[in-house]
């Protein structure tokens, strides 16, 4: 099934990896063209120092079908193509790279998963927007209290920054069920913070939610994977990109991400902390390390 017109333009947006952005339209391609993506994919450091002309002889097509390539998929000539192709290596591991096959040994999936990821989180710290995540500390560190919403996948990233309330300093709460959230955002008052959580910042009620917890005073902040309408009903929108592939076989990156932002916001807020509140939480750690050790019998 071909692509619309809005999801092949957000495809070809400049900042997108240029190496996910060429395996991504690959089936869109003509089939010269797709010769040439598939000599990219295949080695993509090789193509950094080759010429128009050396391209060609590797995909074994023409130089006018290098150059017809390199605008189909959203570069402006060849030279621009090279360049982006270097930000995307200096990401890491091309995640391309890493998509499972049926037949990769569990030594090989395990590479590949791991590859995967840390080039995806690499992509995600290069674009997290630096001045919204200081906007969020200031606001979770003045908080009366923090509600963590979201649902699904992001319901388990609010359950595990809900799990951080020591870090925090406020009481935490974290609500999953669709008329508890309801219920609870209505109640929110200023000094209140509602943190909304949703990879894909579309869903209707967190988007709801976020509006009733805005409308009661409550500061709303969004950890979205995109600048999606969730963005536009939060004081402070955390746009989290990663290199999300849907295939079946491969891990939830957004959700990896958005854990390792949580993990940013709570140390962040802590360490703004007095003095007294780190020493308890570092009593509170050493009670913790003392119950995991194995008692004598």
């Not at 000599?39 to 128009?52: F, K, S």
């Not at 809900?162 to 219920?183: E, T």
């Not at 939610?209 to 536009?232: F, Q």
């Amino acid at each position: 099934m071909s692509m619309d017109t809005d999801t092949r333009a957000d495809i070809r947006n400049p900042n997108r990896n240029i190496i996910e952005v060429i395996r991504t339209l690959r089936p869109e391609l003509r089939k010269s063209d797709r010769k040439v993506a598939d000599v990219v994919l295949e080695d993509p450091r090789r193509i950094l120092n080759a010429t128009v002309g050396e391209t060609a002889a590797l995909a074994e097509v023409s130089q006018p079908t290098v150059l017809r390539f390199s605008t189909a998929i959203g570069c402006n000539g060849f030279q621009d193509f090279k360049i982006r192709l270097a930000q995307s290596l200096a990401l890491g591991t091309p995640a391309t790279h890493s998509v499972l096959l049926d037949t990769d040994e569990p030594e090989v999936v395990a590479e590949k998963i791991f590859d995967y990821t840390m080039t995806s989180l690499d992509w995600a710290r290069s674009r997290l927007d630096k001045a919204a995540l200081h906007k969020a500390i200031d606001i979770l560190a003045a908080a009366r209290s923090i509600e963590f919403f979201g649902f699904g996948a992001s319901g388990i990233v609010a359950r595990d920054a809900q799990q951080k309330f020591p870090l925090f300093g406020v009481p935490c709460g974290a609500q999953l069920d669709s008329h508890q959230q309801v219920m609870v955002a209505t109640m929110m008052n200023p000094g209140d913070v509602a943190f909304m959580i949703s990879n894909t910042g579309t869903t209707r009620s967190i988007i709801e939610i976020a509006r009733i917890a805005r409308e009661n005073g409550a500061s709303v902040i969004g950890l979205t994977g995109s600048d999606s309408p969730l963005a536009s009903y939060c004081d402070v929108p955390l746009v989290v990109e990663t290199l999300e592939n849907t295939n079946m076989y491969t891990p939830t990156i957004s959700r990896i991400a958005a854990l390792v932002v949580i993990d940013i916001l709570s140390t962040s807020v802590a360490m703004r902390r007095p003095a007294e509140d780190q020493a308890r939480i570092h009593r509170m750690k050493r009670q913790l390390s003392d119950m995991r050790k194995m008692q004598p019998i």
